[in-house]
Nanobody
Framework: QVQLVESGGGLVQAGGSLRLSCVAS????????TGWNRQAPGKQREFVAT???????NYADSVKGRFTISRDDIKNTIYLQMNSVKSEDTAVYYC???????WGQGIQVTVSS
């Protein structure tokens, strides 16, 4: 059974930083493309970042230069380091494994201005 669990969300001031974590069981992150999406209130879920099995990364233009996705293969965990956050980054963030199409339950990130 595949399970992805996010942590690290919460309330942060604009301009601050936050790091999200996503630990997996039942799948091996290092073998697949994994990543983060987000859904803001009243909006559709949107792509944030991905990391491939070889470590190549890709980012949405809206977060490029501010967010960094990374992976710890020993811990079977991916991270999203969020710097210089803005109010428009407020959303529920989901981690996912694109090969298995399993996604976490989501975690709230709220940026206060």
């Amino acid at each position: 059974q595949v399970q992805l669990v996010e942590s690290g969300g919460g309330l942060v001031q604009a301009g601050g930083s936050l790091r999200l974590s996503c630990v997996a069981s039942g799948t091996i992150f290092s073998m697949h493309t994994t990543g983060w999406n987000r859904q803001a209130p009243g909006k559709q879920r949107e792509f944030v970042a991905t990391i491939t099995s070889s470590g190549a990364t890709n980012y949405a233009d809206s977060v490029k230069g501010r967010f960094t996705i990374s992976r710890d293969d020993i811990k079977n965990t991916i991270y999203l380091q969020m710097n210089s956050v803005k109010s428009e980054d407020t959303a529920v963030y989901y981690c996912g494994d694109y090969a298995t199409d399993y996604w976490g339950q989501g975690i709230q990130v709220t940026v206060s201005s």
